[in-house]
């Protein structure tokens, strides 16, 4: 493998980096600041680059029905549903009434509500409840790190062909690799790091975006 195709950045580089993208949003950067405020779990959040990404991802490959597991003050949710087209709909699952009624205020602000159903009950429940028929071109997957193997194989078989899963915080602030860490979400983590370059019916990249990324194109 050859050397020297990375680079650990600096608080200065990394900020550089952020502010070479079209990342700065009024709307996105109050939420940001008011997710820190209230909740003290700023680190919940997706970083702003990554939402960039995400977006690019969905409107690149014409997304117009979307799912993200976890939505937590609702960032993430808004950088998906941008994407979509005027009709378009993402499902939103979580169990935080609190936190999500951050997020409806600003899918408010970012007039984003009418493509936005939020689903509170634990996700594999939304999932098993979702009609037969029901398909996705794009999802997200930033829920509970300890059913995430589970999360995959139920988005998958929904997954239209050429669509995306992306599978949040894959580097797990670098406990993939401490094999002292044997606690059930990062063994979760390390399962379906693993299996999924052996998977056969999806493309694999894992990118070291914020706390890693990992994008699946169904074949």
């Given at each position: 493998?050859?050397?020297?195709?990375?680079?650990?950045?600096?608080?200065?580089?990394?900020?550089y980096v952020v502010a070479h993208g079209r990342n700065r949003d009024p709307v996105l950067a109050e939420l940001a600041d008011e997710t820190a405020r209230r909740t003290g779990m700023a680190m919940m959040q997706i970083a702003p680059e990554q939402g960039t990404l995400m977006t690019i991802l969905a409107r690149a490959i014409?997304?117009?029905?979307?799912?993200?597991?976890?939505?937590?003050?609702?960032?993430?949710?808004?950088?998906?549903?941008?994407a979509l087209p005027p009709e378009g709909n993402l499902l939103c699952c979580d169990v935080s009434a609190e936190w999500t009624a951050v997020a409806r205020r600003y899918w408010e602000k970012a007039g984003l509500s009418h493509k936005i159903t939020l689903k509170l009950a634990p996700a594999l429940e939304?999932?098993?409840?979702?009609p037969g028929n029901e398909t996705f071109d794009f999802a997200f997957i930033d829920a509970d790190k300890s059913n995430q193997p589970a999360y995959y194989e139920e988005i998958l078989k929904r997954l239209r062909r050429n669509g995306l899963i992306l599978i949040d915080n894959v580097i797990w602030g670098g406990a993939v690799l401490d094999n002292r860490d044997q606690t059930p979400d990062t063994r979760s983590i390390r399962d379906l790091n693993d299996f999924l370059p052996k998977d056969d019916r999806v493309d694999v990249v894992m990118l070291p975006v914020a706390d890693g990324l990992t994008i699946c194109r169904k074949k």
């Open positions: 493998m050859p050397d020297g195709k990375f680079l650990s950045l600096s608080p200065e580089l990394y900020e014409g997304a117009r029905h979307a799912i993200e597991l976890g939505t937590f003050t609702g960032y993430s949710a808004i950088c998906i549903a941008r939304t999932l098993h409840s979702l």
